[in-house]
């Protein structure tokens, strides 16, 4: 009989027999595992089985590949070494004779199964490649959240903003999809508006990963709709040694399912929805994956579209000019607004539900197996997000008066267009004992934006624009064009990495992972702000042709750039600075067209040294990187190109006094250094894991387009105001040309534990950040009037984080998380005057007579983004009805209030501070569904008591903006699901 069945093994499938001696198997009696094996790919946990048991293992090799197994702890004998191992994929075993095991899979009649606990009883165990292999989740030393698929689909979350209230201690501070900073633990400072935040705003301090393609783009998170993905990880704190620069905070990663090779498999996801106070949506996506070449080759692809209706209403408004505004004096020497200036409304745009959204996009992969060591695996993804109109509600607008919910004024059309696709290799294989994988990718994303930006008209400089006034000034004959204005932005963002990693057996005492990586970062962006209006009295604007020079440099002997102000400076011709060389249309009074970015090289090394075999482990690893830093470009201004009575500039208006040449500023600087970590982690038992980590992360610094001290009446500007006296005294201060790269230490005290037969999972963890140098954007009509980037000061970050699911009975599932949070500035920034002495910001004054504070915040002072306290539950039940798997599901967020900026310094119009209070606030989801088979069915609520919760609130636009969370949706989900792995 055994000699049949092997013989039928033989003939129909490819059998791996593995390396037990066979005298060895039989002159001996199997024996209990000798050491532990952790969870690792299938074929290589039996591998280790077999040699540590004297046992035989028999099986058709495809049956465990891109299969893993559970861990087995020493002691166990094989019986239950080899349950365990195969806890979960679907195999099961025989003994065939005393000394060799057949491994199937459990189909038919169940001898010795896999596992004989009911499935619903025990946790699934979530495999994660947080430190570049392959562990469970409860053996990793970090804090990381994973949202796996199944997750993804019971929480009905497609976009970023769907998943991330169910995950404490990660925040969103932003204006609309795709256009958000992501914050871990809180570490948050001040950000400027989206409008050319490419070229001006800070890196990101959390890194977004697509499989192992970063894409971080400042104030613009990579938004990928959650179609078949296999999981999302979000790793907390500094992962600076692994990841690099851009994963100060943590990562987030998005990880995608990958062909499977043999199995021919297809899902279908549809879905209608209706949202309170708005519009109807409707999404469709479709999965399929088919084996080419059987054993060789297999595609996978997914396709999808969704389209989410609005909820705020673009209402009927009238937009004058007030008395009050800034700029109001270029146009009346009386301070009045002349008689005649031009009143516009918004009848041709008003609407209902202006802010719908579209996700359109797909991916394709092709896996190919070489042989068992070496495979190929070729991606590429596209999405076109398309969102309409804003996201944010006008609180308050302009002139400072309160606006109903969920409204804004909008007297411009206004949209965001956010494409990226990316192309990815990676190969995998092994070279003896170890590991290797090569992982390219090439990413491009291009963003066009353009927003209404009439409420700028109210600020200090803008009615020289669009007014008019003879000489002398004349009320009577004064006029003001029409104050409708917008912005229009367009972003090419690009990606190219190449990573080379190494790494050794999983089951090693000492193991070993080394790595080489290379990134080069690019971000071009032109910015063009249409608020000239006054067209017949201005001659158009376009790049420098040339730069100034003193004694023939473009520097001076403090080695600041040469201005137009520069006693003795002489201008140069010099090619043309941006990327579009052409003048600009008339309506354009400023543009930005800067290149910026980075070249980032690395290596990198981590060991783990079991000082007690698969009990207690050390961990040591760090990355050396080098990062050179890059802008060109230049920044133009229309100030000085006024058609002036008796004045007339060339046509169009060059080389004028408001250009910065950013190429004549030799913006180029390299930092390099190390960051690092540790870590001992102790297996007190199989299930239960307590660790210490200790581990840096960084940010690349950057540069400010101009190095000019602040403009007009700013207390840190010399001039005849008795406010700038200090300034007169001591020399104007500067804002500098180069800000450093922020850096951010961890120490962590964490838990990962297993409970009662592994039906309950409690983990957690209590740390302090230390965050050095935080990078701010600063910005303030009275003090700091061109926005900069500034090195603050020392913040530091105590916390607890803890979640927990358990399986309360059969059918009922709960899972819950929460973290407690303090932040505060424990450091103030040092800012010098010309002559070196500190600027004591509590003696200065603005022209207006309020006081200023330093722009780096003020000792004690939280962050931003950072609540004291987040939590959500969600409990699940599954029952049988009728024949049919059916579910009920109850869940709730809440987060306590917080602050929207770190920015105390700036104003708006009526003098109140534009660092918002953030309210607490509570929302409720629920679903409810029915399956058979193939077939699910789901009814879902999100919001489900309309909460109005104010997610973030800026003054980007020159009004009171609040992002609030969506209203009220319920909607209707089906799934089908035909074939299996």
């Known amino acids: 009989m055994v000699s049949r069945v092997l013989r039928a093994l033989s003939i129909f499938a490819p059998v791996t027999l593995l390396d037990a001696p ?40 495809d049956v465990v590949r891109n299969r893993r197994s559970h861990a087995a702890a020493a002691g166990l004998s094989p019986d239950e070494a080899l349950a365990r191992l195969l806890q979960g994929t679907g195999l099961r075993f025989d003994y065939l004779t005393p000394h060799s095991i057949r491994i199937l899979a459990a189909e038919g009649g169940l001898r010795k199964t896999a596992m004989n606990t009911p499935a619903q ?49 990660l925040t969103a501070h932003g204006v609309g999809p795709g256009q958000s900073n992501i914050y871990v633990r809180g570490l948050a400072t001040a950000v400027g508006g989206i409008q050319s935040s490419g070229s001006l705003g800070t890196f990101p301090n959390v890194a977004v990963y697509l499989d192992d393609q970063s894409a971080q783009l400042p104030n613009r998170n990579l938004d990928i709709y959650a179609a078949d993905l296999q999981r999302i990880e979000i790793l907390e704190g500094p992962q600076g040694t692994l990841f690099g620069a851009g994963a100060q905070a943590g990562v987030v990663r998005y990880i995608t399912n990958k062909p499977k090779l043999n199995v021919i498999e297809a899902i279908v996801n549809a879905g209608y929805a209706t949202t309170a106070h708005g519009g109807q949506s ?27 209706g609005g909820y705020i209403d673009n209402v009927p408004a009238t937009f004058a000019r ?84 969920l409204t804004a004024q909008l007297y411009n059309p206004s949209y965001d267009k956010d494409r990226f696709e990316n192309t990815a290799l990676t190969i995998d294989g092994r070279v003896g004992a170890l590991k290797v994988v090569y992982a390219g990718a090439y990413f491009v994303r291009n963003v066009e934006q353009v927003q209404d930006y009439t409420n700028y008209v109210r600020a200090l400089y803008v009615n020289y624009y669009q007014c008019v006034n003879p000489t002398p000034p004349n009320p009577a004959t004064a006029q003001c064009f029409t104050p409708s204005s917008t912005w229009h932005d367009l972003q090419r963002n690009t990606h190219q990495s190449h990573e080379l990693r190494v790494s050794t057996p999983d089951d090693w005492r000492i193991r070993g992972l080394g790595g080489l ?169 199989e299930d239960a894991l307590l660790y210490y980590t200790w581990s840096q992360g960084f940010r690349a610094g950057g540069f400010n387009r101009s190095a000019s001290p602040p403009t007009g009446n700013s207390p840190l500007t010399k001039g005849p105001g008795q406010w700038q006296a200090q300034a007169s005294v001591h020399g104007s201060w500067t804002p500098p040309l180069v800000f450093a790269p922020d850096s951010l230490t961890n120490n962590e005290l964490g838990w990962k534990t297993r409970w009662f037969d592994h039906r309950v999972q409690w983990d957690g963890a209590i740390y302090q950040e230390d965050w050095n140098q935080a990078q701010i954007v600063v910005f303030d009509n009275d003090v700091i009037n061109n926005g900069v980037i500034l090195n603050g000061g020392n913040y530091k970050v105590r916390g607890i984080e803890t979640s927990g699911v358990a399986h309360v009975t059969t059918g ?92 105390q310094l700036r104003l708006d119009l009526q003098g109140k501070s534009i660092a918002y209070d953030l309210p607490a606030f509570t929302t409720y989801d629920a679903a409810l569904g029915a399956g058979k088979d193939a ?38 989900r089906l799934s089908y699901k035909f074939g299996s792995s």
């Open 282 to 308: 409707r999404n469709l996506d479709a999965t399929v994956n088919i084996p080419v070449i059987a054993d060789k080759l297999a595609v996978r692809g997914v396709i999808y579209n969704e389209r989410r």
């Open 517 to 685: 990586f290379y990134e080069n970062y690019r971000i071009q962006e032109q910015v063009d702000w249409f608020y000239l209006t006054a067209l017949p009295y201005f001659n158009p604007i376009g790049p420098p042709t040339g730069y100034y020079a003193l004694d023939g440099s473009r520097f001076q002997p403090n080695g600041r750039p040469v201005q137009y102000f520069t006693n003795g400076a002489v201008f140069v011709p010099a090619a043309v600075t941006s990327d579009n060389p052409n003048t600009r249309l008339p309506g354009v009074g400023f543009f930005n067209d800067i290149t910026r970015g980075y070249q980032q090289q690395a290596a990198y090394a981590s060991v783990d040294f079991d000082l007690i075999p698969r009990r207690l482990t050390l961990t040591g690893g760090t990355r050396f990187s080098r990062t050179n830093t890059s802008e060109v470009g230049s920044s133009v201004g229309s100030f000085g190109c006024k058609v002036s009575f008796g004045a007339m500039p060339p046509n169009p208006c060059l080389n004028h006094s408001n250009f910065t040449n950013i190429n004549a500023q030799g913006l180029d600087r390299t930092f390099s250094g190390f960051r690092s970590r540790a870590n001992l982690s102790w297996k007190v038992t």
């Open 812 to 903: 009922l599932s709960i899972e819950a998380g929460a973290a407690w949070n303090h932040s505060e500035l424990v450091k103030e920034a040092t800012f010098l005057w010309a002559d070196g002495i500190p600027i004591d910001f509590g003696t200065l004054q603005t022209a207006r007579g309020r006081r200023v504070s330093n722009p780096g915040g003020v000792l004690s002072s939280p962050l931003a983004g950072a609540p004291r306290f987040q939590g959500s539950v969600r409990a699940r039940y599954e029952f049988a009805f009728n024949g049919y798997n059916a579910f009920a599901q109850l869940g709730a967020a809440h987060q306590s209030q917080s602050i929207s900026t770190t920015d």
């Open 22 to 61: 066979a005298t060895l198997a039989q002159s001996l009696e199997p024996i209990s595992l000798v050491a532990d094996i952790p969870a690792q790919p299938l074929a290589e946990a039996l591998a280790t089985f077999a040699r540590q048991t004297g046992l035989q293992l028999l099986y058709v090799s």
């Open 322 to 405: 007030a008395d009050t505004d800034l700029g109001v004096h270029y146009a009346d020497a009386g301070g009045k607004v002349p008689a005649n200036s031009v009143v516009i409304n918004n009848s041709g745009i008003a609407a209902n539900d202006i802010n719908p959204v579209t996700y359109l996009g797909m991916r394709a992969e092709a896996l190919y197996q070489f042989n068992e060591d070496w495979s190929a695996l070729l991606a590429q993804s596209y999405q076109n997000l398309e969102a309409d109109g804003v996201f944010a509600e006008m609180a308050a607008n302009s002139l400072g008066e309160p606006q109903p919910d």
């Open 121 to 169: 009883a025990e946790l699934s165990e979530v495999i994660v490649t947080a430190n570049r292999r392959e562990e469970d989740l409860q053996d990793v030393p970090i804090t990381i959240h994973v949202l796996t698929g199944d997750m993804l689909a019971q929480l009905n979350a497609t976009t970023f903003d769907d998943f991330v209230t169910y995950l404490p201690g």
């Open 935 to 972: 077939w699910l069915v789901q009814v879902y609520a999100e919001n489900l008591t309309d909460t109005r919760a104010e997610l973030y609130a800026n003054y980007a636009q020159w009004y009171k903006a609040i992002r609030v969370s969506r209203p009220r949706t319920i909607g209707l």
